[in-house]
Each structure stands twice: as C-alpha cells, then as structure tokens.
C-alpha cells in the first residue's frame, strides 16, 4: 500500500506563490502516475496537474504558465510550484497516487492525501 501526506498550503496573497508537497511511503515502485486535485467550497474536486512514467505532465487550462509539477524519485517526493496565485486558486489541495499508467479521471486514483489548504487573499 502507499500513503501519500501533503504540506505547504497557507495564507498567501494575490500574485504569490506557494510550493505544495506529497510525501510517499509505502510500496512507492507500484506508482506509475501521480496528481494534483483540488476542490473549493460548493465546486466539483478538479484535475490541477499530473505527472506520469517519463514526467510526462498535463495541467488544467486555469493554471497553464502559472503552476509547475515536478517529483523527486529519489525523495518520493512530489511537488506543486504554484506561482501568480489568484483568488480563484483557493481550494483544498490534494495528492493522489495510481499504478494507472496513463489515468485520465480521479477515479482511477486509489490513494489520496488527506488535503492542505490554500487560501488566497489580500
């Protein structure tokens, strides 16, 4: 099994940036591919970002050009630079891990993260 723990939400002001974490334990060689979910207040959870076999990466429209998603094998480590953070942006991030090998909905990820928060506000 794995398990996944985000850190690195906070407080941050429009135009900011914050960098997100997803640690993993666990049987981490099963990963094939990994994400960034979030979901605000009365919203649907959305894909922000993925990251699979080859760190071939996707991102949402809404965060093209703004946010950066990286992992560190060595460190089993994921990461979510988010930079020119907007209101908008406010959610609760969450990571999520599959052996899928080329997932394209939240429901072929398996393991989740209990969330970080991120708020964005003057």
């Known amino acids: 099994q794995v398990q996944l723990v985000e850190s690195g939400g906070g407080l941050v002001q429009p135009g900011g940036s914050l960098r997100l974490s997803c640690a993993a334990s666990?049987?981490?060689?099963?990963?094939?591919?990994m994400g960034w979910y979030r979901q605000a207040p009365g919203k649907q959870r959305e894909l922000v970002a993925g990251?699979?076999?080859?760190?071939?990466?996707k991102y949402a429209d809404s965060v093209k050009g703004r946010f950066t998603i990286s992992r560190d094998n060595a460190k089993n480590t994921m990461y979510l630079q988010m930079n020119s953070l907007k209101p908008e942006d406010t959610a609760i991030y969450y990571c999520?891990?599959?052996?899928?090998?080329?997932?394209?909905?939240?429901?072929?990820?398996?393991?989740w993260g209990q969330g970080t928060q991120v708020t964005v506000s003057s």
């Open positions: 999520a891990a599959t052996r899928a090998v080329a997932p394209t909905t939240d429901r072929q990820y398996p393991t």
């Open positions: 666990g049987t981490t060689s099963s990963i094939q591919a």
């Open positions: 990251i699979a076999r080859g760190d071939n990466t």
